[in-house]
């Protein structure tokens, strides 16, 4: 199955009857390929790698790589792997400020899109290993292809998630009534998601729960400070 951007304007633009040029409905179709992309990334996690980071003697450390969900995190210091749980900000500040209590770091929050916040602090030494969903490269011509890590590494098995969206979004914009101002496709893009999520637990993949589909408008940020 082909993956492409190409595709994506192909496909939809040849359902929804739309004008596929660049002075047409190609770069709104081009903005939502992309918004489909990274939505699919964040409901599936069909796509995670990993990265060893060092923050140092530091508390608050800001994270280089992008990353669009962390998934889990474990610290090694003096060659022991441990551990650490999430906690809210309010809760890190509140725990420094009760105690300067030395030894591993146990417990982390995130807040923003890359600050890290620890406690108790890091040796300079201790590392962490990062298990997270990474923020990929915007696709900008028709050669680019999701299934690429660069591009979100979206597996062509759950192509349709990507496709649906797109649609979605484009029959929303363009009033079509045929789709009831795309309700059909937001409905088919939900249920793709549903099966994704049930064919990468199948396959011993990350286990998530039931799917949590924001209803239109634009994406909604994560709340950093905490995870589900």
């Not at 090694?76 to 650490?84: P, V």
């Not at 725990?95 to 591993?104: E, F, I, N, W, Y």
């Amino acid at each position: 199955m082909a993956t492409t951007l190409t595709q994506v304007r192909t496909n939809v633009s040849a359902i929804l009857g739309l004008d596929n040029s660049t002075t047409g409905d190609q770069p709104q179709i081009d903005f939502y390929a992309n918004e489909a992309v990274r939505k699919t990334l964040m409901d599936t996690r069909c796509y995670v790698t990993s990265a060893t980071i060092t923050p140092g003697a530091t508390a608050d450390y800001t994270l280089t790589t992008s990353a669009l969900e962390v998934i889990e995190i474990y610290g090694t210091s003096d060659s022991q792997n441990y551990s650490l749980e999430r906690r809210s900000v309010a809760e890190i500040i509140q725990r420094r400020q009760a105690s300067t209590s030395a030894g591993p770091t146990r417990y982390y929050a995130m807040t923003g899109n890359n600050l890290f916040m620890w406690y108790p602090t890091p040796s300079a030494a201790d590392t962490f290993t990062l298990y997270y969903v990474p923020q990929p490269t915007e696709m900008a011509t028709g050669a680019n292809d999701l299934s690429v890590t660069t591009y979100g590494g979206v597996p062509t098995s759950i192509f349709d998630c990507v496709e649906n969206y797109v649609l979605w979004k484009m029959a929303d914009l363009d009033d079509d009534a045929s789709s009831s101002m795309g309700e059909k496709y937001r409905a088919l893009y939900e249920d793709a998601i549903r099966k994704a999520r049930k064919h990468l637990r199948d396959r011993g993949g990350t286990r998530l729960g039931p799917a949590r589909i924001r209803h239109r408008g634009a994406l909604v940020a994560h709340d950093r400070s905490t995870y589900p």
